[in-house]
């Protein structure tokens, strides 16, 4: 089990590796955020894309509510708290056994380390911003975007 979670870990790691942006304007936020409105499809998603505190994109398809918006608000805080995704964090507690709960600092009314939330990061910056989705089903596998 624990292999499998190495290994899970190590892919998620990469993916965060490997998608870094050069810039990230607000042009850029609503390229992403409509790309991502079109992949969804019928899903009933919220979608969030942020850059520090300003909200840049954000889009409440047909049949997400606003409980939606309180987890992408939950997913933000993990990414900007550890500069990683919220599903990344949250494996990697549960490789440790741990959770992320008032142990670690953090009220768990307003963190969640659950799949949603990818950092934005620039080369040679850091992570500036994040993109997140909220509605979906948690993966029984290992996301391959």
Same mark, same amino acid.
């Given at each position: 089990?624990?292999?499998?979670?190495?290994?899970?870990?190590?892919?998620?790691?990469?993916?965060?590796?490997?998608?870094?942006?050069?810039?990230?304007?607000?042009?850029?936020?609503?390229?992403?955020?409509?790309?991502?409105?079109?992949?969804?499809?019928?899903?009933?998603?919220?979608?969030?894309?942020?850059?520090?505190?300003? /909200?840049?994109?954000? @889009? %409440?398809?047909?049949?997400?509510? &606003? !409980?939606?918006? *309180?987890?992408?608000?939950?997913?933000?805080?993990?990414?900007?708290?550890?500069?990683?995704?919220?599903?990344?964090?949250?494996?990697?507690?549960?490789?440790?056994? /741990?959770?992320?709960? @008032? %142990?670690?600092?953090?009220?768990? &009314? !307003?963190?969640? *380390?659950?799949?949603?939330?990818?950092?934005?990061?620039?080369?040679?910056?850091?992570?500036?911003?994040?993109?997140?989705?909220?509605?979906?089903?948690?993966?029984?596998?290992?996301?391959?975007?």
């Amino acid at each position: 089990m624990i292999a499998m979670s190495d290994d899970v870990i190590s892919e998620l790691e990469a993916q965060e590796r490997d998608l870094v942006f050069d810039g990230f304007s607000n042009a850029d936020a609503w390229r992403l955020g409509c790309l991502l409105v079109e992949m969804a499809g019928e899903l009933p998603v919220a979608i969030d894309i942020r850059r520090g505190t300003q /909200q840049l994109f954000h @889009a %409440g398809l047909e049949g997400s509510a &606003a !409980d939606n918006d *309180a987890w992408i608000a939950r997913k933000v805080r993990v990414v900007e708290r550890y500069a990683a995704s919220s599903y990344l964090v949250g494996r990697r507690l549960a490789a440790k056994g /741990q959770e992320l709960d @008032a %142990g670690m600092g953090v009220n768990p &009314a !307003d963190y969640a *380390a659950h799949g949603g939330a990818f950092p934005i990061r620039i080369r040679n910056v850091g992570v500036v911003g994040v993109v997140t989705v909220s509605g979906l089903p948690r993966p029984t596998t290992t996301p391959s975007w």
